[in-house]
Nanobody, 115 residues
Framework: QVQLVESGGGLVQAGESLSLSCVAS????????MAWYRQAPGKERELVAL???????KYASSVEGRFTVSKHKAKNYIYLQMKDLKPEDTGVYYC?????????WGQGTQVTVSS
């Protein structure tokens, strides 16, 4: 059974930085892709950043240039470095992967950015 566990959330002021980590267990096979999503209060969950096959990356336009996603080459770990955080970045950040047609989500970690 694949399990995803996020860590690194917290409360920061606007303009500060924060890093998130996600560790996946339960599979010896490297996932083709892993991603970060976030959900703000009253809003739908949205894709923040994704690392695909070969290390290709994709970002939401709202975080382009401020966030950097990376994945461990030999393990199912994914990271998200967030710089110049804004109040609109506030939300619960979820780690995600799709493995053998099954979607897996972490429990989420809260990121709160105060103005």
């Amino acid at each position: 059974q694949v399990q995803l566990v996020e860590s690194g959330g917290g409360l920061v002021q606007a303009g500060e930085s924060l890093s998130l980590s996600c560790v996946a267990s339960g599979s010896k096979i490297l996932f083709d892709s892993m991603a970060w999503y976030r959900q703000a209060p009253g809003k739908e969950r949205e894709l923040v950043a994704l690392v695909g096959r070969g290390g290709s990356t994709k970002y939401a336009s709202s975080v382009e240039g401020r966030f950097t996603v990376s994945k461990h080459k030999a393990k199912n770990y994914i990271y998200l470095q967030m710089k110049d955080l804004k109040p609109e970045d506030t939300g619960v950040y979820y780690c995600y992967t799709n493995f053998r047609a099954i979607k897996y989500w972490g429990q989420g970690t809260q990121v709160t950015v105060s103005s």
